[in-house]
């Protein structure tokens, strides 16, 4: 498993953590108990001293915001184009219902996808 650094900007804190790849985490922070943010392995992080260095930090992280929700949209709708189409293609090859079976894995990955990214 790959760990990433989270910040909280307001306590100016870091740790490291499993790698949530940009999805919401339950990581909160020690001290403020606020919602972490996880930095990609380009950014410093500055000492806590470092007012000008957090407050770069934390303009950057209000930048990012609301790409990072665009590019999860983004991710989730094409994981479920492509669980409709190997679901759609299950359903056509046999419907006999051989593929029961791979069909419940299939639907089951799509309802976690639909929880993941859309709820």
Not at 5 to 12: P, Q
Request: one cysteine or more; proline letters at 4%; glycine letters at 6%.
């Amino acid at each position: 498993m790959s760990s990433r650094t989270y910040i909280c900007t307001a306590c100016r804190t870091a740790r490291r953590a499993e790698a949530w790849h940009g999805m919401p985490s339950p990581l909160r922070c020690s001290l403020c108990r606020g919602s972490l943010w996880e930095l990609s392995r380009k950014w410093r992080i500055p000492a806590k001293t470092n007012d000008k260095g957090w407050s770069e930090l934390e303009q950057i992280v209000a930048e990012e915001t609301p790409l990072r929700a665009t590019l999860l949209r983004e991710r989730g709708h094409r994981l479920l184009r492509q669980l409709d189409d190997k679901l759609g293609k299950l359903r056509v090859q046999n419907p006999k219902g051989r593929n029961d079976a791979r069909i419940a894995v299939l639907q089951s990955q799509r309802d976690k996808v639909l929880a993941e990214y859309f709820m």
